[in-house]
């Protein structure tokens, strides 16, 4: 099974509100990814859990928090965000944070801040 | 610093023509070197990867890449094209050491495959 599931897959929040996306794998992998992406760009790194624990934060604003309950599970968690933060966020995992291991990628959630 | 890239915005090709994407890179070191596709409103799909041994590499779909050291490319290719190949290519190279490693991506070629 190479399945990477994300929920929900669409989400409209306030810029007051708080929510959460959620992400999960069943493939035993190690590392785990979340990215933004704007229309037809490539995906932005935002985070990597290796182990579950934080190794890369590509500098994201505070009003974007991760979390790795455990090694099956990624959560971003969404607080007071901004009009461009609307775009469609995917989570990736790999069976480890090496060179050689590709990425297998979650459907995304496609997120509207209004 | 490594990059990649993917000079074509725009691939057309005629149903049941070989296709050929596009990526040159740059690498210091040994490259690792990756193809994903993204159909419309998907996440993206792993297509195939080069990382050492054979300069061709066969992937998912009956697509390849063929590696060439020389010319730093890593072109994407499928004999015959499909419809359903339609779709945004992106290139990718693995940089960073130990667990700080990530995936540099290029800016994409989207394909159009005309019935």
């Known amino acids: 099974d190479t399945e990477v599931t994300q929920t929900p897959k669409h989400l409209v929040m306030g810029m007051t509100n708080k929510k959460s996306l959620k992400c999960e794998q069943h493939?035993?992998?190690?590392?785990m990814y979340w990215y933004k992406q704007k229309a037809k760009k490539p995906p932005e790194l935002m985070f990597v859990?290796?182990?579950?624990?934080?190794?890369i934060n590509e500098s994201v604003p505070s009003r974007f928090s991760p979390e790795c309950p455990n090694s099956s599970l990624l959560n971003l968690h969404l607080h007071a965000l901004q009009p461009e933060d609307s775009a469609l966020y995917l989570c990736?995992?790999?069976?480890?944070?090496?060179?050689?291991?590709?990425?297998?990628f979650g459907p995304g959630t496609r997120l509207t801040v209004t | 610093a490594q990059s990649v890239a993917q000079p074509e915005d725009q691939v057309n090709v005629a149903e049941g023509n070989p296709l050929t994407v596009k990526c040159t890179y740059s690498?210091?070191?040994?490259?690792?070197l990756f193809w994903y596709v993204q159909y419309p409103n998907r996440g993206l799909q792993f297509l195939l990867k080069?990382?050492?041994?054979d300069n061709l590499v066969k992937g998912s779909y009956g697509f390849e890449a063929e590696f060439n050291k020389s010319q730093t490319s890593f072109h994407l290719k499928k004999p015959s094209a499909l419809v359903s190949d339609s779709a945004l290519y992106f290139c990718?190279?693995?940089?960073?050491?130990?667990?700080?490693?990530?995936?540099?991506w290029g800016l994409g070629t989207s394909l159009a495959v005309n019935p």
């Open positions: 080069y990382i050492t041994g």
């Open positions: 990736a995992s790999s069976q480890g944070g090496g060179s050689s291991y590709e990425q297998y």
């Open positions: 859990y290796s182990y579950e624990k934080l190794s």
């Open positions: 690498v210091s070191g040994n490259p690792y």
């Open positions: 990718a190279v693995r940089e960073g050491a130990g667990n700080n490693r990530k995936l540099i």
């Open positions: 493939m035993g992998h190690r590392a």
